[in-house]
T-cell receptor, first 112, second 116 residues
Framework: QQPVQSPQAVILREGEDAVINCSSS?????VHWYRQKHGEAPVFLMI?????EQKGHEKISASFNEKKQQSSLYLTASQLSYSGTYFC?????????????FGQGTELSVKP | GAGVSQSPRYKVTKRGQDVALRCDPI?????LYWYRQALGQGPEFLTY????????KSGLPNDRFSAERPEGSISTLTIQRTEQRDSAMYRC??????????????FGSGTRLTVV
Protein backbone atom coordinates (compact mmCIF):
# COMPACT_ATOMS: atom_id res chain seq x y z
CA GLN A 1 0.00 0.00 0.00
CA GLN A 2 1.28 3.42 -1.00
CA PRO A 3 2.60 5.68 1.80
CA VAL A 4 0.90 9.04 2.17
CA GLN A 5 2.92 12.23 1.97
CA SER A 6 1.96 15.64 3.26
CA PRO A 7 1.81 18.38 2.28
CA GLN A 8 1.32 17.84 -1.46
CA ALA A 9 3.08 21.09 -2.24
CA VAL A 10 4.90 23.84 -0.39
CA ILE A 11 6.31 27.20 -1.43
CA LEU A 12 9.15 28.73 0.56
CA ARG A 13 11.30 31.81 0.50
CA GLU A 14 15.01 31.19 0.49
CA GLY A 15 16.19 30.62 4.05
CA GLU A 16 12.88 29.29 5.37
CA ASP A 17 12.39 25.82 6.83
CA ALA A 18 10.05 23.04 5.75
CA VAL A 19 8.91 19.64 6.97
CA ILE A 20 7.62 16.86 4.72
CA ASN A 21 5.83 13.92 6.28
CA CYS A 22 5.46 10.32 5.13
CA SER A 23 3.03 7.89 6.73
CA SER A 24 2.43 4.19 6.13
CA SER A 25 -0.22 1.73 7.29
CA UNK A 26 2.28 -1.15 7.21
CA UNK A 27 5.15 -2.12 9.50
CA UNK A 28 8.29 -0.73 7.94
CA UNK A 29 11.86 -1.94 7.67
CA UNK A 30 13.16 1.31 6.24
CA VAL A 31 12.19 4.65 4.78
CA HIS A 32 14.13 6.21 1.90
CA TRP A 33 13.98 9.82 0.70
CA TYR A 34 14.58 10.92 -2.89
CA ARG A 35 14.51 14.26 -4.68
CA GLN A 36 13.52 14.63 -8.31
CA LYS A 37 14.09 17.78 -10.32
CA HIS A 38 11.95 18.47 -13.34
CA GLY A 39 12.84 16.24 -16.27
CA GLU A 40 15.41 14.27 -14.29
CA ALA A 41 15.60 10.94 -12.48
CA PRO A 42 14.96 10.71 -8.73
CA VAL A 43 18.15 11.01 -6.70
CA PHE A 44 18.75 9.20 -3.40
CA LEU A 45 19.05 11.50 -0.37
CA MET A 46 19.09 9.25 2.67
CA ILE A 47 17.74 6.14 4.34
CA UNK A 48 16.29 5.61 7.78
CA UNK A 49 16.49 2.04 8.99
CA UNK A 50 14.34 0.37 11.60
CA UNK A 51 16.07 0.91 14.90
CA UNK A 52 18.08 3.73 13.37
CA GLU A 53 18.54 7.29 14.43
CA GLN A 54 17.80 10.66 12.93
CA LYS A 55 20.11 11.31 10.03
CA GLY A 56 21.40 14.40 8.33
CA HIS A 57 22.67 15.45 4.94
CA GLU A 58 23.91 19.06 4.80
CA LYS A 59 20.91 21.04 6.03
CA ILE A 60 18.51 18.24 5.23
CA SER A 61 17.75 15.69 7.94
CA ALA A 62 15.12 13.06 8.62
CA SER A 63 13.60 11.04 11.41
CA PHE A 64 11.78 7.70 11.55
CA ASN A 65 9.19 6.73 14.14
CA GLU A 66 8.84 2.95 13.79
CA LYS A 67 5.89 2.64 16.14
CA LYS A 68 3.87 5.20 14.24
CA GLN A 69 5.26 4.05 10.86
CA GLN A 70 6.03 7.66 10.04
CA SER A 71 9.02 9.56 8.76
CA SER A 72 9.67 13.27 8.43
CA LEU A 73 12.14 15.12 6.23
CA TYR A 74 13.42 18.44 7.59
CA LEU A 75 14.81 21.11 5.26
CA THR A 76 16.54 23.88 7.14
CA ALA A 77 17.47 27.31 5.77
CA SER A 78 16.28 26.29 2.33
CA GLN A 79 18.28 27.10 -0.78
CA LEU A 80 17.09 27.57 -4.35
CA SER A 81 18.71 24.23 -5.19
CA TYR A 82 16.30 22.44 -2.84
CA SER A 83 13.45 22.95 -5.28
CA GLY A 84 12.02 19.75 -6.69
CA THR A 85 9.66 16.93 -5.84
CA TYR A 86 10.47 14.86 -2.77
CA PHE A 87 9.42 11.23 -2.56
CA CYS A 88 9.51 8.87 0.36
CA UNK A 89 9.94 5.20 -0.45
CA UNK A 90 9.04 2.57 2.11
CA UNK A 91 10.40 -0.93 2.45
CA UNK A 92 8.12 -3.32 4.31
CA UNK A 93 9.26 -5.17 7.39
CA UNK A 94 8.07 -8.59 6.27
CA UNK A 95 8.59 -11.04 3.43
CA UNK A 96 7.47 -8.41 0.98
CA UNK A 97 10.63 -6.46 1.70
CA UNK A 98 13.33 -5.66 -0.80
CA UNK A 99 11.50 -3.19 -3.02
CA UNK A 100 10.37 0.35 -2.36
CA UNK A 101 6.84 1.64 -2.57
CA PHE A 102 6.83 5.38 -3.22
CA GLY A 103 4.51 8.08 -2.00
CA GLN A 104 2.81 10.48 -4.37
CA GLY A 105 5.43 13.18 -3.80
CA THR A 106 5.69 16.65 -2.29
CA GLU A 107 6.52 19.48 -4.65
CA LEU A 108 8.82 22.03 -3.03
CA SER A 109 9.42 25.43 -4.60
CA VAL A 110 12.01 27.76 -3.11
CA LYS A 111 11.74 31.36 -4.25
CA PRO A 112 14.43 34.06 -3.96
CA GLY B 1 29.04 1.42 -16.34
CA ALA B 2 29.07 4.55 -14.23
CA GLY B 3 25.31 4.84 -13.99
CA VAL B 4 22.11 3.06 -14.90
CA SER B 5 21.58 3.25 -18.63
CA GLN B 6 18.19 2.90 -20.31
CA SER B 7 17.36 2.71 -23.98
CA PRO B 8 15.72 4.03 -25.95
CA ARG B 9 15.19 7.42 -24.27
CA TYR B 10 12.02 7.96 -26.26
CA LYS B 11 9.78 5.45 -27.97
CA VAL B 12 6.69 6.20 -30.01
CA THR B 13 4.74 3.15 -31.09
CA LYS B 14 1.41 2.40 -32.64
CA ARG B 15 -1.30 0.77 -30.60
CA GLY B 16 -1.08 -2.99 -30.87
CA GLN B 17 2.68 -3.14 -31.45
CA ASP B 18 5.12 -4.80 -29.07
CA VAL B 19 7.91 -2.80 -27.45
CA ALA B 20 11.06 -3.80 -25.58
CA LEU B 21 12.68 -1.44 -23.12
CA ARG B 22 16.24 -2.06 -22.05
CA CYS B 23 18.04 -1.39 -18.78
CA ASP B 24 21.77 -1.74 -18.13
CA PRO B 25 22.40 -1.43 -14.36
CA ILE B 26 25.51 -0.33 -12.56
CA UNK B 27 28.12 -3.04 -12.87
CA UNK B 28 28.05 -5.39 -9.89
CA UNK B 29 24.65 -4.29 -8.63
CA UNK B 30 22.67 -7.30 -7.48
CA UNK B 31 19.13 -6.04 -7.67
CA LEU B 32 17.32 -4.37 -10.56
CA TYR B 33 13.90 -2.73 -10.36
CA TRP B 34 11.36 -1.56 -12.91
CA TYR B 35 8.97 1.29 -12.17
CA ARG B 36 6.46 3.28 -14.14
CA GLN B 37 6.03 6.97 -13.41
CA ALA B 38 3.13 9.09 -14.55
CA LEU B 39 3.60 12.84 -14.77
CA GLY B 40 3.43 14.40 -11.32
CA GLN B 41 3.23 11.04 -9.55
CA GLY B 42 5.62 8.84 -7.63
CA PRO B 43 7.25 5.82 -9.26
CA GLU B 44 4.89 2.83 -9.35
CA PHE B 45 6.53 -0.55 -8.72
CA LEU B 46 6.35 -3.12 -11.53
CA THR B 47 8.86 -5.90 -10.84
CA TYR B 48 12.34 -6.64 -9.55
CA UNK B 49 15.21 -9.10 -9.88
CA UNK B 50 18.01 -10.33 -7.70
CA UNK B 51 20.68 -11.51 -10.11
CA UNK B 52 18.68 -13.33 -12.81
CA UNK B 53 15.82 -14.40 -10.54
CA UNK B 54 12.59 -12.44 -10.69
CA UNK B 55 11.74 -11.88 -7.04
CA UNK B 56 8.46 -10.04 -7.29
CA LYS B 57 6.24 -9.28 -10.26
CA SER B 58 3.20 -8.24 -8.31
CA GLY B 59 3.20 -4.76 -9.85
CA LEU B 60 2.94 -5.85 -13.48
CA PRO B 61 -0.48 -4.55 -14.59
CA ASN B 62 -1.48 -7.57 -16.70
CA ASP B 63 -0.06 -10.42 -18.73
CA ARG B 64 0.93 -8.12 -21.60
CA PHE B 65 3.85 -7.00 -19.42
CA SER B 66 6.86 -9.23 -18.84
CA ALA B 67 10.47 -8.77 -17.83
CA GLU B 68 13.64 -10.79 -17.87
CA ARG B 69 17.25 -10.52 -16.75
CA PRO B 70 18.74 -13.71 -18.18
CA GLU B 71 22.39 -13.23 -17.20
CA GLY B 72 21.89 -11.20 -14.07
CA SER B 73 22.91 -7.94 -15.70
CA ILE B 74 20.92 -6.28 -18.51
CA SER B 75 17.15 -6.45 -18.21
CA THR B 76 14.38 -6.08 -20.75
CA LEU B 77 10.81 -5.03 -20.03
CA THR B 78 8.49 -6.12 -22.82
CA ILE B 79 5.00 -4.81 -23.41
CA GLN B 80 2.94 -6.75 -25.91
CA ARG B 81 -0.01 -5.36 -27.87
CA THR B 82 0.52 -1.87 -26.50
CA GLU B 83 -2.44 0.29 -25.54
CA GLN B 84 -2.66 4.05 -25.10
CA ARG B 85 -2.91 3.64 -21.33
CA ASP B 86 0.60 2.16 -21.37
CA SER B 87 2.02 5.59 -22.22
CA ALA B 88 4.29 6.67 -19.36
CA MET B 89 7.88 7.09 -18.26
CA TYR B 90 9.40 3.69 -17.50
CA ARG B 91 12.28 3.83 -15.06
CA CYS B 92 14.83 1.26 -14.09
CA UNK B 93 16.84 1.34 -10.87
CA UNK B 94 19.57 -0.82 -9.44
CA UNK B 95 20.89 -1.41 -5.95
CA UNK B 96 24.17 -2.81 -4.69
CA UNK B 97 22.66 -5.52 -2.48
CA UNK B 98 19.68 -7.82 -2.86
CA UNK B 99 17.28 -5.24 -1.48
CA UNK B 100 16.77 -1.51 -1.44
CA UNK B 101 18.47 -1.03 1.95
CA UNK B 102 20.90 0.17 3.06
CA UNK B 103 22.35 1.80 -0.07
CA UNK B 104 19.22 2.92 -1.85
CA UNK B 105 18.52 2.98 -5.54
CA UNK B 106 20.28 4.56 -8.47
CA PHE B 107 17.71 5.40 -11.10
CA GLY B 108 18.20 5.54 -14.83
CA SER B 109 17.02 8.43 -16.98
CA GLY B 110 14.03 6.44 -18.10
CA THR B 111 12.28 5.59 -21.36
CA ARG B 112 9.38 7.82 -22.33
CA LEU B 113 6.86 5.56 -24.06
CA THR B 114 4.09 7.07 -26.12
CA VAL B 115 1.46 4.83 -27.68
CA VAL B 116 -0.47 6.47 -30.50
Amino acid sequence: QQPVQSPQAVILREGEDAVINCSSSKALYSVHWYRQKHGEAPVFLMILLKGGEQKGHEKISASFNEKKQQSSLYLTASQLSYSGTYFCGTENGNNQGGKLIFGQGTELSVKP
Amino acid sequence: GAGVSQSPRYKVTKRGQDVALRCDPISGHVSLYWYRQALGQGPEFLTYFNYEAQQDKSGLPNDRFSAERPEGSISTLTIQRTEQRDSAMYRCASSYLDRASPYGYTFGSGTRLTVV
